[in-house]
């Protein structure tokens, strides 16, 4: 827990999301500002800055959000025609929340190389 951190707060429930996903070790909820008709963060209840962080106690935890984002796109029938899971890792790569999540993104043809 950092007291400073919005996911953290939405955590907390001091901050509003739409929550989809609820267990002991992670939420889901729907991105604030989503780029494609699905657009989920998955993210652990552990405060974590960024991937960099993760150490070897952590590698349950990280299976397990992609066992979530999974089950979400099963559920959100977006599984067989495909989907995208992105963590980006500090500036360059885009990050702008430093408490790790897992973007489902799908819904559409995504594009490569990302941008
Ligand atoms: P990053 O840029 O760190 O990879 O992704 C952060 C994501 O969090 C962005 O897609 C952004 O739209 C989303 N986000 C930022 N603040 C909030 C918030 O308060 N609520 C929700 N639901 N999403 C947020
Ligand atoms: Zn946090």
Redesign the pocket.
Known sequence: MSSEC??C??LSRK????IIFDDDRAIA???????APV?V?VIPKKHISTTLDLSQEDNVLIGHLFQVANRIAVEKNIAERGFRL???TNPE??????HI?L?LLGGRAMLWPPG
């Open positions: 919005i996911f707060k939405i901050l509003p999301a739409r909820f729907d991105d604030i500002n989503p780029q657009h963060l992105i963590m980006n790569a885009g990050q702008s929340v430093y999540h973007h």
